[in-house]
């Protein structure tokens, strides 16, 4: 889980930081850029993460407001998770990462 810090007080940089700090969030987030997804597809996606660490990453996305949360009333509830439009503005800073680790794995640095 990231720390809490005064959000307020901290330069754009350290707040961008702060909000997208932990192992899995950035693939999260490269997984929902391409569309909403389902819990357990989205796990599934992810490979090696837990239930739970994909909860709690998934929610403080959602505190962010980086992420939505759709629950379907349907039985069993069917839950969906998508980008918000802030979240949709981070796609081309998720491409041009990406883009640069192509470009890295090329280069035989890694």
């Known amino acids: 889980m990231s720390k809490s810090i005064n959000l307020e007080s901290e330069c754009p940089m350290n707040l961008t930081i ?3 700090s932990g192992k899995w969030k950035l693939s ?4 929902l850029s391409k569309g909403t997804i389902r819990f357990n597809e989205l796990q599934r996606k992810l490979g090696n993460i837990t239930q739970r660490t994909l909860t709690m990453q998934l929610r403080e996305l959602e505190k962010g407001g980086i992420i939505y949360r759709e629950v379907y009333p349907e039985s069993p509830p069917r ?17 041009a990462m990406c883009e640069w680790g192509k470009t890295y794995k090329i280069h035989d640095l890694f």
């Open 18 to 20: 702060n909000i997208l």
């Open 28 to 31: 999260i987030l490269w997984h």
């Open 79 to 95: 839950v969906e998770y998508g980008l918000t439009n802030i979240g949709k503005s981070m796609q081309p800073i998720l491409s």
